[in-house]
T-cell receptor, first 113, second 112 residues
Framework: EPEVTQTPSHQVTQMGQEVILRCVPI?????FYWYRQILGQKVEFLVS????????KSEIFDDQFSVERPDGSNFTLKIRSTKLEDSAMYFC???????????FGDGTRLSIL | ELKVEQNPLFLSMQEGKNYTIYCNYS?????LYWYRQDPGKSLESLFV?????AVKQEGRLMASLDTKARLSTLHITAAVHDLSATYFC????????????FGKGTRLHILP
């Protein structure tokens, strides 16, 4: 069965550095999402993306965050100047469309030092 | 704004017992997910419930959805230690982008 794949599985970065988290959604899916889970807390919506633009973003998704679909297969989340509080597990998800269920990747654990 | 509430948030139970986790949500939706998460691990999809009255079972776990009551249940039968994990319900907003809203999770601890 097709899967959403995320890389890297674990990223360790110094505070203030930029990070790019990568996701390869399922190939015929049209809607893409990023979610975040701080350790011990619930999973929170960050942003949804459709037709090469952001369709909705949460309050968490401020100016330091950006998303891109650079080449028709990858879907990336960039955090420009990381803060300690950005340490979390980041999940990518994709959906085919037409109210089909979302499929989640295994996540990237981001640790900011 | 859709809100999803789970209860209990923490459950400690003996092996062999039955219990139910409840998930209430605040606005209309007919698509609900249950996930399992082990400490430090990813989300494992357990069930996708897509219509009113949907019931799905896998091993000792059974999930149901009542869209009229805006309630889903995850029932555990004859619990075993391996089922210890955090269980999240998540509800699709049914908007154009269909983002998912998660509950806070139920941390289940099964005592041998």
């Amino acid at each position: 069965e097709p899967e959403v794949t995320q890389t890297p599985s674990h990223q360790v970065t110094q505070m203030g550095q930029e990070v790019i988290l990568r996701c390869v959604p399922i190939s015929n899916h049209l809607y893409f999402y990023w979610y975040r889970q701080i350790l011990g807390q619930k999973v929170e919506f960050l942003v949804s993306f459709y037709n090469n633009e952001i369709s909705e973003k949460s309050e968490i998704f401020d100016d330091q965050f950006s998303v891109e679909r650079p080449d028709g297969s990858n879907f990336t989340l960039k955090i420009r100047s990381t803060k300690l509080e950005d340490s979390a597990m980041y999940f990518c998800a994709s959906r085919k469309g037409g109210h089909q269920p979302q499929h989640f990747g295994d996540g990237t654990r981001l640790s900011i030092l | 704004e859709l809100k999803v509430e789970q209860n209990p948030l923490f459950l400690s139970m003996q092996e062999g017992k039955n219990y139910t986790i409840y998930c209430n949500y605040s606005t209309t939706s007919d698509r609900l997910y249950w996930y399992r998460q082990d400490p430090g691990k990813s989300l494992e999809s357990l069930f996708v419930l897509l219509s009113n009255g949907a019931v799905k079972q896998e091993g000792r776990l059974m999930a149901s959805l009542d869209t009229k009551a805006r309630l889903s249940t995850l029932h555990i039968t004859a619990a075993v230690h391996d089922l210890s994990a955090t269980y999240f319900c998540a509800v699709d907003t049914m908007n154009r982008d269909d983002k998912i809203i998660f509950g806070k999770g139920t941390r289940l601890h099964i005592l041998p």
